[in-house]
Nanobody, 125 residues
Framework: QGRLVESGGGSVQPGGSLRLSCKVS????????MGWFRQAPGKEREGVAA????????NYADSVKGRFTMTNDDADDMIYLQMDELEPEDTAMYYC??????????????????WGRGVQVTVSS
């Protein structure tokens, strides 16, 4: 079964940057898409970015376009989320996820079967 482990969360002031990392420690045959999601207290889990696991265009949420960048390092089995110009509204638990999709890699949580435990990101002055 697939296993994902996030790292890199923390606290930062508005306008600052953080980079989240996700280690794919075990692949599963039905991993075709990778995504980053976030969930703030009292809110639904929302997709931040999603892309094909072995290359292709990344699909970003409008709220993070131009500020967040998702990349991967196939050699080290790592997925990254570079977050710049952070805002208080970005405060949430962030999750790395993987799943299968035969209609393109969407940012819908229902497409993802494998999840990390999440890391907290807090943006506050």
């Amino acid at each position: 079964q697939g296993r994902l482990v996030e790292s890199g969360g923390g606290s930062v002031q508005p306008g600052g940057s953080l980079r989240l990392s996700c280690k794919v420690s075990q692949y599963a045959s039905d991993m075709r898409c990778m995504g980053w999601f976030r969930q703030a207290p009292g809110k639904e889990r929302e997709g931040v970015a999603a892309a094909p696991i072995f290359g292709g265009a990344t699909n970003y949420a409008d709220s993070v376009k131009g500020r967040f960048t998702m990349t991967n390092d196939d050699a080290d089995d790592m997925i990254y989320l570079q977050m710049d110009e952070l805002e208080p509204e970005d405060t949430a638990m962030y999750y790395c996820a993987a799943g299968a999709s035969y209609t393109g890699c969407r940012r819908s949580k229902y497409d993802y079967a494998y999840w990390g435990r999440g890391v907290q990101v807090t943006v506050s002055s």
